[in-house]
């Protein structure tokens, strides 16, 4: 129950394209969902988050999509640049500042030119 | 804001010696620190939680005598690898959580190599 699902594995996406990546939980104590971005040697950034009462937050070219009857999440990268190229990774945590953050398994994504 | 620094940044270290990482909250008290370990090309491992001021606690699976940490103060958490051998290499990530504004932030991470 205390799993999120990530998918796909990896990505490959041409420059200016549309990159999907999508999650799902199981747990429904969780309401706080972050997508982080990770490039190689380097610790994760949060890119963007969301909470169960709103179904979609915009920043910039990230936008995530949440639908919580069906406990999935997914994170849409709009004009995808090269510079996108990493790892990113979901994450679902119940409210409270102790509350440890169940990671998915990460999806590489790949933007060519 | 809400930044978190994670020293060093790369460690090679010798067989049985022992290796300190230190994370500092930057611009904020944390009360709570998360200690993680990347495998390469895998997600993280959360390996215990680290509360000010208290014993940390431990993941199921994680040998709390090897892995070291002590959080003394809302600013410092440090992680203690214990008698090192090539299989503790690896990359490892502090976090702590922010509030709702930035969430959990982390730090740079700390790549490990013991030879």
């Known amino acids: 129950q205390q799993q999120v699902k990530q998918s796909p594995q990896s990505l490959i996406v041409q420059k200016g394209g549309i990159s999907i990546i999508n999650c799902a939980y199981e747990n429904t104590a969780f309401d706080y969902f972050p997508w982080y971005q990770q490039f190689p040697g380097k610790g994760p950034a949060l890119l963007i988050a969301?909470?169960?009462?709103?179904s979609e937050k915009k920043e910039g070219r990230f936008t995530i999509s949440f639908n919580k009857s069906a406990k999935q999440f997914s994170l849409h990268i709009m004009d995808s640049q090269p510079g996108d190229s990493a790892t990113y990774f979901c994450a679902a945590s119940p409210t409270g500042t102790a509350s440890k953050l169940t990671f998915g398994t990460g999806t590489r994504l790949q933007v060519t030119l | 804001g809400a930044v978190v620094s994670q020293h060093p940044s790369w460690v090679i270290c010798k067989s049985g010696t022992s290796v300190k990482i230190e994370c500092r909250s930057l611009d904020f008290q944390a009360t709570t620190m998360f200690w993680y370990r990347q495998f390469p090309k895998q997600s993280l491992m959360l390996m215990a939680t680290?509360?000010?001021?208290?014993?940390?606690?431990?993941e199921q699976g994680v040998e709390k005598d090897k892995f070291l940490i002590n959080h003394a103060s809302l600013t410092l958490s440090t992680l203690t690898v214990t008698s090192a051998h090539p299989e503790d290499s690896s990359f490892y990530i502090c976090?702590?959580?922010?509030?709702?504004?930035?969430?959990?932030?982390f730090g740079s991470g700390t790549r490990l190599t013991v030879v």
């Open positions: 969301i909470r169960p009462d709103v």
């Open positions: 976090s702590a959580w922010t509030g709702l504004g930035y969430g959990y932030t």
């Open positions: 680290s509360n000010e001021g208290s014993k940390a606690t431990y």
